[in-house]
């Protein structure tokens, strides 16, 4: 298989490259979920990334929708022109992006945006929902009083509440939470992370979620 130069493409420099977006993909900067073999979700690559998986024969198979093609200049031996096709899930052989993703005891990193995104954009207190520059991280058991920085001690909780709350426990701020924090699974927090899900990367995802996960029920409520 012909090569292509994704960098010039990008650029548009070379006339014989050409890359089409499907409606689909809504233009390229629409991200392809990346699985190993198995099926388990791995990372979001973006299209130059999946092309390079196709071109070292890395790519098993491949799930969801049409959301890139390709076309590459002409193989000098067949006359053909090259056409990849990039679809919305790509399943990959060979090594695994992140190491230690589907251990049972994997802790995600905490991040501010995946925490909002786990709460639904809800005030754990006051069950408001908020934009993310109106919400905080409050620690559940203050670090005053030995509290840490995880998933299980942090929720998201709107700037007025957590003025309320100060360096207390919700107990002694006669403060209650709405929901109990989780530590997402590896499967949940790469939906946590994505721009944004399709359709069909969601459902994907979503069907590795633990049964019991809170997401099943917070997706539901974001759709609807
Ligand atoms: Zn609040």
């Known amino acids: 298989m012909q090569g292509i130069d994704l960098e010039q493409a990008d650029h548009g420099v070379l006339d014989d490259l050409r890359i089409v977006a499907t409606p689909a993909a809504r233009g390229l ?6 699985t190993d073999v198995a ?28 959301l890139y093609e390709l076309y590459g200049g002409t193989n000098a031996r067949t006359g053909r022109r090259t056409i990849l096709e990039v679809n919305s899930i790509v399943a990959t052989v060979g090594h695994t992006g992140n190491p230690g993703n589907t251990r049972h005891d994997y802790v995600p990193p905490l991040n501010n945006q995946t925490l909002f995104r786990r709460d639904a954009y809800l ?12 919400l905080s991280r409050d620690h559940i058991r203050p670090f005053s009083q030995g509290g840490t920085d995880l998933w299980a001690n942090v929720v998201a909780a709107c700037r007025r509440c957590n003025n309320q709350k100060a360096s207390r426990t919700p107990e002694q701020a006669r403060m209650q939470l709405i929901a109990v924090p ?20 969601m459902e994907y995802l979503v069907a590795h979620f633990p049964r019991s996960s809170p997401l099943h029920d917070r997706i539901q409520r974001w759709l609807s």
């Not at 900067?29 to 990346?34: E, F, H, K």
């Not at 973006?46 to 049409?66: F, I, N």
């Not at 989780?182 to 990367?201: C, H, M, N, S, W």
């Open 123 to 134: 005030c754990m207190y006051c069950a408001g929902r908020f934009p993310a520059r109106e």
């Open 182 to 201: 989780f530590t997402p699974t590896y499967a949940e927090y790469i939906f946590l992370k994505g721009r944004r899900v399709l359709a069909d990367q």
């Open 29 to 34: 900067s629409q991200l392809v979920l990346r």
């Open 39 to 66: 099926g388990m979700p791995l990372e979001w690559i973006d299209y130059k990334e999946a092309a390079r998986l196709y071109h070292q024969e890395q790519v098993a198979y491949t799930c969801g929708s049409l």
